[in-house]
């Protein structure tokens, strides 16, 4: 990441971001290159305890944010994810950032905010990534959660499927007692018919 560390300071000076104080946290940045190795954009992600904060976003060509963005984001979900954060914090105002999924949040959500975040400014963002009860579970307590709601799944599963049994046990009966039932007043209108039992038809001049 070092050698990101000079195109990192181009993108700040675009972007009129503060250079001296992002350079002693660079290695927060992720960052996307162009097929030459060069630095196109860069997206910080600073962490406290579970939570993130995404910040100081710099592009080499703001025209091209559409289609960087994505990629940012992309990188910042795998970071988060590997480092089972349970929400994210951000004060950039793009729409982008709405479009997936942050929202203001509610005054009891901010006051989760990390000290270490405030920035004294308004305009937060936020995303839950996971509940904050998981995030403290061990790794074998999580592995024991999923094992039981799986247990839980197949066991719904395997009621509906006897329910379905059920219904067409008793759909096939119905048939079944059609079937005889027909079959039975097909006999007795045949073996009528051949005693000369049936009514004679009337005919009306």
């Known amino acids: 990441m070092l050698e990101d560390l000079d195109q990192l300071r181009l993108l700040w000076a675009v972007e009129q971001l503060p250079e001296l104080r992002l350079e002693k946290t660079f290695t927060d940045f992720q960052v996307v290159e162009s097929a030459g190795g060069r630095v196109v954009a860069a997206l910080a992600l600073q962490v406290d305890g579970k939570h993130g904060r995404l910040h100081s976003e710099a592009f080499e060509d703001f025209g091209q ?34 479009e997936q999924g942050m929202e203001s949040p509610a005054f009891e959500v901010l006051e989760k905010l990390p000290p270490a975040f405030d920035t004294g400014k308004p305009g937060w963002l936020t995303l839950k990534l996971k509940d904050e009860v998981l995030s403290t579970l061990s790794p074998e307590q999580e592995f024991a959660l999923f094992q039981q709601a799986a247990r839980e799944d197949t066991e719904r599963l395997k009621q509906q499927a ?20 027909g079959g039975f007043l097909f006999l007795k209108y045949q073996e009528a018919k051949r005693e000369g039992r049936l009514p004679s038809p009337q005919y009306q001049r």
């Open 162 to 181: 006897r329910m379905m049994k059920m219904v067409a046990t008793v759909v096939a009966v119905l048939f079944f007692l059609v079937v005889v039932v």
């Open 65 to 98: 944010t559409g289609l960087l963005r994505p990629l940012l984001w992309e990188r910042i979900q795998n970071v988060a994810r590997n480092r089972g954060l349970v929400r994210l914090w951000t004060q950039e105002s793009a729409p982008f950032w709405r």
